[in-house]
């Protein structure tokens, strides 16, 4: 029988029915080809996934799963918007290596030593944030003529100066650099006179000159 006689009893093709055979052999191949993208990708998920997750709150780039995977960087990205959506994974921009985008996994939050901490918004430094920061520091040791670290923290919670987010590390960090800037000058307490209530040795802070200058009796404004 030729290839136009029976056709009635056929499924038309668009190339005719003798290519009916080649037809019926892609559709047979089409849900195992399926199957088999769908399972490369979920593959490539769970590789990307348990890297993600060794790094802990340190994450990785994108280029770096690139190099420790040998995936390609078009299934990398696939694979990164999967596991987004799926909310196993989030992004943060790492200050410390050019603004570049990092991933940790869900349960882990990024390092402050990546993200910045407070000072930094979507890698970007809050410059009025850290400058009231600043203020408030110089006002309040001002305030208390010599102040040690602990002092100056307690006493912002008590006038209610307090800032959002403020760690004890962040407040050294702010007091290192108001000295360095010389508006703050680091003493150790001699134990007698005005360091009486603080022991022999702990390490406080005054105002200079400049500090006093530069505004440290004026009240800044709660950030």
């Known amino acids: 029988m030729s290839c136009s006689e029976g056709s009635s009893r056929k499924r038309k093709h668009p190339y005719g029915t003798?290519?009916?055979p080649l037809l019926d052999a892609e559709i047979r191949?089409?849900?195992d080809d399926t199957d088999s993208q769908l399972q490369s990708e979920l593959d490539a998920e769970l590789i990307l996934h348990n890297l993600i997750r060794s790094k802990q709150d340190m994450g990785i780039c994108p280029q770096e799963m690139k190099r420790e995977t040998n995936l390609r960087r078009n299934v990398v990205?696939?694979?990164l918007r999967a596991l987004k959506i799926k909310k196993l994974v989030k992004q943060f921009v790492n200050v410390q290596n050019k603004g570049r985008i990092?991933?940790?996994?869900?349960?882990?939050e990024p390092s402050d030593?990546?993200?910045g901490g407070v000072w930094y918004v979507d890698g970007k430094l809050q410059t009025e944030y850290v400058k009231r920061f600043k203020e408030s520091c110089v006002y309040v040791i001002?305030?208390?003529k010599v102040a040690t670290e602990e002092g100056i923290a307690e006493y912002m919670n008590m006038i209610g100066l307090c800032v959002p987010g403020r760690s004890r590390q962040q407040t050294v960090e702010i007091l290192r650099v108001l000295v360095l800037d010389e508006?703050?000058?680091?003493v150790k307490s001699s134990g007698s006179g005005e360091f009486s209530s603080i022991p022999i040795g702990t390490v406080c802070y005054r105002?200079?000159?400049?500090?006093?200058l530069g505004g440290a009796y004026k009240r800044p404004l709660s950030p």
């Open 29 to 31: 191949k089409q849900p």
């Open 183 to 186: 508006e703050i000058m680091e």
């Open 102 to 108: 990092y991933y940790v996994a869900a349960e882990f």
């Open 77 to 79: 990205f696939k694979a």
């Open 113 to 115: 030593e990546l993200t």
């Open 207 to 212: 105002c200079t000159d400049k500090g006093i």
């Open 142 to 144: 001002s305030k208390l």
């Open 18 to 20: 003798c290519f009916e």
